[in-house]
């Protein structure tokens, strides 16, 4: 039998069948999804630039509803590719016989909780956007809060709407060029530009010195340390270096790392990992870091979220300098 999802979590859900997702190579004449892990996401973001642009050039001139524009397309369409080519957008592929909204897009998505595949509303989404801003008003405030793998700066411009400090100062830090093109391209039409400055960063050889002097600092990762294979041993040490006061938050798929048996998903969710050689080691090292004395963890709560991947589940991990 297949991995099941249902209404509920836990063992005593109601459960269908689901098998797993597909990662192999697609012919010639197929299009394949860009999963992650399986193309380079300066094309990824180039697209999405390209889209912004096009928005742009048609008379669009606030951040807000260009970035509304970004998130209704990625509701819809997916950026598909064939080899050699780059990608484009393409409808979300929606089940036969499955339900749907009178928009078109699926009624139900499956996703990981606890360890278990669950389904849920597609509109359902974990806020990540009010949890930062909750844990701005708990440990802050703040002089600076820094997202590093940004990307296109998401969080960071939803977590301004959210967060009612007008004081702090947002710093993204983004691997790929056409990230950071399009970061500042938003940035640029933002309200509160001024208060936004993105730049280059790598995990591999982590900077902090774009936060300035800053006395306090919240870092925060979503989604972006997952690809780094094995970060450097002293990875938490230089976090916390970044300025007197430093709070680290991360929204991580690292649970498996913790408990390879919380459940059937997190026990696929191990195998995924490996496959891709993905992140192994970002909880050895906090853990690590912590027996250095360098930080102090105040929470982890694994699996937390509700993923739209149910193989690459969400945890928390929450730490302060010492």
């Avoid at 999802?5 to 997702?21: K, L, N, S, Y």
């Avoid at 709407?161 to 993204?172: E, H, K, M």
Wanted: charged share 25%; aromatic share 10%; net charge negative.
């Amino acid at each position: 039998m297949g991995i099941g999802f249902g209404f509920e979590c836990g063992d005593d859900a109601a459960i269908v069948d689901a098998p797993r997702r597909e990662t192999r190579p697609m012919p010639e004449n197929e299009e394949a999804p860009l999963v992650s892990g399986g193309f380079d996401y300066s094309d990824a973001w180039a697209a999405r630039l390209e889209l912004v642009r096009e928005k742009i050039a048609a008379g669009e001139t606030e951040a807000r509803y260009l970035l509304a524009a970004l998130e209704r397309q990625e509701r819809f369409f997916l950026l598909w590719t064939k080899p050699g080519m780059p990608p484009a957008w393409g409808p979300r592929p929606v089940e036969p016989d499955a339900e749907t909204w009178p928009s078109g897009n699926g009624i139900w998505q499956a996703t990981s909780l606890r360890g278990n595949l669950a389904r849920v509303p597609s509109y359902a989404e974990f806020r990540i956007d009010l949890l930062l801003s909750d844990l701005a008003a708990t440990y802050g405030p703040f002089d600076v809060i820094a997202e590093l793998g940004c990307g296109y700066g998401r969080n960071l411009f939803k977590l301004y709407d959210a967060n009612p400090d007008r004081q702090v100062r947002y710093v993204g830090g983004e691997y790929m060029a056409s990230g950071i093109e399009l970061a500042k391209e938003i940035a640029s039409r933002h309200e509160a530009g001024a208060r936004f400055n993105f730049c280059h960063f790598d995990h591999m050889q982590p900077d902090l010195s774009p936060i300035g002097q800053a006395q306090r600092a919240m870092i925060v990762t979503v989604h972006s340390i997952e690809q780094i294979h094995r970060l450097p041993r002293d990875y938490f040490h230089r976090l916390a270096q970044a300025a007197p006061e430093v709070i680290g938050v991360h929204v991580e798929p690292f649970g498996h790392q913790v408990d390879p048996a919380l459940g059937p998903m997190t026990r696929e969710q191990v195998k995924f990992a490996a496959e891709r050689r993905w992140n192994s080691n970002m909880h050895n090292l906090a853990r690590r870091a912590e027996a250095d004395g360098a930080i102090a963890i105040d929470q982890i709560s694994l699996d937390c979220f509700m993923p739209r991947d149910p193989f690459n589940a969400s945890s928390l991990l929450v730490w302060h300098r010492r």
